[in-house]
């Protein structure tokens, strides 16, 4: 890598660790102190003064050392000047539901799409004082020390992570089938209510693999970079290319890809036939 851009990509990365450390202080300060727990306009979308102040920190701190970037920021929206090629993507408390009950698997992420393609990404669990860090190219760490993705090769002996959309209710498309079969052919399938950790947790081989649908960019932006570089793979459910705005995401430590990617699709048959053996 040339030398100035890898010094780039430091900088930056420095950059998303100001941000999500200096956030992670305000998640610690304001924890089981909530006054305002709001709901969004889509049912059981939270929104708190955590949310609010731990955004309005990182955005002070963006727009000081990077003032010439695009923000994304999921309580503020876009933010910043357009003909940038270089767009921050901040989630300023990843797991709302989560800190919202008193129950601490939370972080903040902040990463960094250049020409749409994330290549800086920071992910600080402050209850757990770990910070996820990636820069393309440079490799992925936990607490400055070098993450890799797990060894696991077989399904069977996976611990898988997954979610449910707040549009749950809405659609057919629950993830309800899929969360059943998986359960039933791997070691288990935790869901713990914050993408951007399930991602962080793939990345340095506590899960196997992660699936998902519903999810924004702020996300899994700094996530994707640190999977990728931890070695792992990301893609669309069926494996092509992953477009970030559609939200639905398949990450796995490379060796279960497409043994996950095809269990996604035979979940709702397998489903069906378990219920009408069962004769339920
Ligand atoms: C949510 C979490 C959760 C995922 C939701 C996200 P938020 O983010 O990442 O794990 O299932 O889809 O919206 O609302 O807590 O920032
Ligand atoms: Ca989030
Ligand atoms: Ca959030």
């Not at 990182?58 to 933010?79: D, F, M, N, T, W």
């Not at 989630?91 to 539901?97: E, N, Q, S």
Request: glycine letters at 8%.
């Amino acid at each position: 890598m040339h030398k100035q851009v890898q010094h780039e990509l430091e900088i930056l990365l420095e950059v998303a660790t100001e941000a999500v450390m200096t956030a992670g202080v305000v998640l610690q300060d304001l924890w089981g102190k909530l006054e305002t727990i709001e709901e969004k306009d889509r049912s059981g979308d939270l929104v708190t003064e955590a949310d609010k102040t731990a955004e309005a920190a990182i955005l002070k701190i963006l727009r000081r050392r990077v003032p010439q970037h695009q923000i994304l920021a999921e309580e503020s929206g876009l933010l910043g000047i357009d003909e940038s090629n270089y767009l921050w993507v901040v989630d300023p408390l990843d797991g709302t539901t989560n800190y919202a009950h008193g129950y601490p698997i939370s972080a903040v992420s902040v990463g960094l799409l250049v020409e749409g393609i994330p290549q800086v990404g920071a992910i600080y669990d402050p209850f757990r004082k770990e910070l996820f860090r990636a820069a393309k190219g440079l490799g992925a760490t936990l607490n400055y020390r070098p993450i890799q993705v797990s060894k696991t090769t077989e399904l069977s002996n996976s611990l898988l992570v997954t979610g449910f959309a707040y549009d749950r209710r809405d659609t057919q498309d629950t993830n309800y089938p899929e969360f059943c079969y998986l359960t039933h052919i791997t070691q288990g399938v935790r869901r713990t209510g914050s993408a951007a950790l399930d991602l962080a947790n793939v990345a340095c081989g506590r899960f196997d693999g992660y699936w998902e649908k519903g999810l924004s960019p702020w996300d899994i932006s700094a996530g994707v970079i640190i999977l990728e570089e931890a070695g792992g793979k990301i893609s669309a459910y069926d494996g092509s290319t992953l477009i970030l705005k559609s939200g639905k995401l398949l990450a796995t430590n490379g060796h279960i890809h497409h043994v996950l990617s095809q269990a996604l699709n035979e979940a709702l048959p397998w489903l069906r036939n378990f219920y009408q053996a069962k004769s339920l």
